[in-house]
């Protein structure tokens, strides 16, 4: 049975919440205390029904605001299919939070507000979900309720989105689902009070829609994480590079080259736990053997000799901005690719994107949630895949160096100079 990972966006009050707890109250996914804990509960809906949000605003400053802040992820499972939900915030000062619970799906559901229809934060999150190659795009609209199940209101609503995807919105995979989160039409089951409608449940897509594997590519990519070279004489000749494996498959007798020396050996074995198997996949945590005793240390990455990654100091990449602070480019970040730590400065700022008409606008600094383009000079030579490629190796994240804070989510585009 395979995973489905997915995440919700929207703006503020779209229903992100109560539409994932409709999910979860409807497939009978809730535990017993948590269902006695909703029916004791005090927070109610208007019309006095259960406000099936509580089931992910674990935050007490969310369940005190009525908003969500933090990531929440949920589990649950059908018979068809097992699925990993991250509840994103919808405030515009949360944007980081929400970068974060997307860098990882498979699909997005972003909700539109019926009454409202497509707002900034709407284009925000369809931008940086175009940004992150997120494979498929749920757009739900939200509170058909309160708009009398109006088909009108949803082809409009489709429509104004429809532009955006034709002017300068990238998204390749897009099904509309008129919604009502609080009433339950068309989460789980087909709703009544929209007949015109002829598409399936949302539940029903999120079960048969295809999922193409863990998002990474066949280039086989590990950072050295740990130089194992345990000092005992039984074991003098040990020496061990620990590590995850980002994408791709290791096997026994694969030549590897190890970045950035470009030094290059044959894998002589493989070692998970106690056992020793000839292929190790993307995911697994391993320690590989060499044949040869060359030098490699920490930050280090051991890749397929035949698809090598790009190599190199100036790199062009997607900049999200997280910090409240604007982006200073007279001072020295530190870049964390994987676990490779080096300094870098923003050597020039391309562009920056106007989220309310998605054009390229000249810019000389990045604020919070600023979403644009970059040139990144890095201290060490770093061994990367372009993000379209690759996104587990294609990405890294910007650190203040003056309050350790992470700053900034970039997303490798192209070598730069």
């Given at each position: 049975?395979?995973?489905?990972?997915?995440?919700?966006?929207?703006?503020?009050?779209?229903?992100?919440?109560?539409?994932?707890?409709?999910?979860?109250?409807?497939?009978?996914?809730?535990?017993?205390?948590?269902?006695?804990?909703?029916?004791?509960?005090?927070?109610?809906?208007?019309?006095?029904?259960?406000?099936?949000?509580?089931?992910?605003?674990?935050?007490?400053?969310?369940?005190?605001?009525?908003?969500?802040?933090?990531?929440?992820?949920?589990?649950?499972?059908?018979?068809?299919?097992?699925?990993?939900?991250?509840?994103?915030?919808?405030?515009?000062?949360?944007?980081?939070?929400?970068?974060?619970?997307?860098?990882?799906?498979?699909?997005?559901?972003?909700?539109?507000?019926?009454?409202?229809?497509?707002?900034?934060?709407?284009?925000?999150?369809?931008?940086?979900?175009?940004?992150?190659?997120?494979?498929?795009?749920?757009?739900?609209?939200?509170?058909?309720?309160?708009?009398?199940?109006?088909?009108?209101?949803?082809?409009?609503?489709?429509?104004?989105?429809?532009?955006?995807?034709?002017?300068?919105?990238?998204?390749?995979?897009?099904?509309?689902?008129?919604?009502?989160?609080?009433?339950?039409?068309?989460?789980?089951?087909?709703?009544?009070?929209?007949?015109?409608?002829?598409?399936?449940?949302?539940?029903?897509?999120?079960?048969?829609?295809?999922?193409?594997?863990?998002?990474?590519?066949?280039?086989?990519?590990?950072?050295?994480?740990?130089?194992?070279?345990?000092?005992?004489?039984?074991?003098?000749?040990?020496?061990?590079?620990?590590?995850?494996?980002?994408?791709?498959?290791?096997?026994?007798?694969?030549?590897?080259?190890?970045?950035?020396?470009?030094?290059?050996?044959?894998?002589d074995k493989i070692e998970v736990f106690d056992?020793?198997?000839?292929?190790?996949?993307?995911?697994?945590?391993?320690?590989?053997?060499?044949?040869?005793?060359?030098?490699?240390?920490?930050?280090?990455?051991?890749?397929?000799?035949?698809?090598?990654?790009?190599?190199?100091?100036?790199?062009?990449?997607?900049?999200?901005?997280?910090?409240?602070?604007?982006?200073?480019?007279?001072?020295?970040?530190?870049?964390?690719?994987?676990?490779?730590?080096?300094?870098?400065?923003?050597?020039?700022?391309?562009?920056?994107?106007?989220?309310?008409?998605?054009?390229?606008?000249?810019?000389?600094?990045?604020?919070?949630?600023?979403?644009?383009?970059?040139?990144?000079?890095?201290?060490?030579?770093?061994?990367?895949?372009?993000?379209?490629?690759?996104?587990?190796?294609?990405?890294?994240?910007?650190?203040?160096?003056r309050t350790n804070l992470t700053v900034g989510?970039?997303?490798?585009?192209?070598?730069?100079?």
């Amino acid at each position: 049975m395979n995973i489905l990972k997915f995440f919700t966006a929207g703006s503020v009050d779209d229903g992100k919440s109560t539409l994932i707890g409709r999910l979860l109250y409807d497939t009978g996914s809730i535990l017993a205390d948590q269902l006695e804990a909703l029916q004791t509960s005090n927070r109610k809906n208007d019309d006095g029904s259960i406000d099936l949000a509580i089931l992910t605003d674990g935050l007490r400053a969310e369940r005190e605001q009525g908003i969500t802040i933090d990531v929440a992820y949920k589990y649950f499972q059908t018979d068809k299919r097992k699925f990993i939900i991250a509840d994103t915030p919808g405030h515009i000062q949360y944007t980081r939070n929400m970068v974060t619970g997307a860098s990882t799906a498979n699909l997005a559901i972003i909700l539109i507000d019926a009454r409202n229809g497509v707002v900034e934060q709407t284009i925000r999150h369809s931008y940086l979900v175009s940004l992150l190659g997120v494979s498929h795009v749920v757009i739900c609209i939200n509170k058909m309720d309160m708009e009398g199940y109006s088909e009108e209101v949803y082809n409009n609503i489709t429509e104004t989105y429809k532009n955006l995807l034709a002017s300068n919105l990238k998204l390749n995979d897009v099904t509309f689902i008129p919604v009502s989160a609080l009433k339950g039409d068309n989460i789980v089951n087909l709703s009544e009070n929209m007949p015109w409608y002829k598409g399936t449940s949302l539940l029903d897509f999120l079960e048969t829609v295809e999922v193409t594997g863990n998002q990474t590519s066949d280039y086989a990519r590990m950072p050295v994480q740990w130089v194992i070279r345990p000092q005992t004489e039984e074991l003098h000749d040990y020496r061990g590079y620990a590590g995850r494996i980002l994408s791709g498959t290791f096997k026994i007798n694969d030549k590897v080259t190890v970045l950035p020396s470009g030094s290059s050996s044959v894998i002589d074995k493989i070692e998970v736990f106690d056992k020793a198997p000839e292929e190790v996949t993307a995911g697994m945590s391993v320690t590989l053997h060499l044949k040869d005793n060359i030098d490699i240390s920490r930050g280090d990455v051991l890749v397929n000799s035949a698809s090598l990654p790009q190599s190199s100091q100036l790199i062009e990449a997607d900049l999200c901005w997280m910090d409240n602070k604007p982006m200073d480019d007279s001072i020295t970040y530190f870049l964390q690719h994987n676990s490779k730590l080096t300094k870098c400065k923003v050597r020039e700022i391309l562009y920056k994107v106007n989220i309310n008409t998605l054009e390229k606008e000249d810019a000389h600094e990045f604020k919070l949630n600023d979403i644009g383009r970059v040139i990144i000079k890095t201290a060490d030579e770093l061994a990367y895949d372009l993000y379209s490629e690759n996104k587990a190796n294609g990405s890294a994240i910007l650190i203040d160096s003056r309050t350790n804070l992470t700053v900034g989510a970039l997303m490798f585009r192209a070598v730069a100079g």
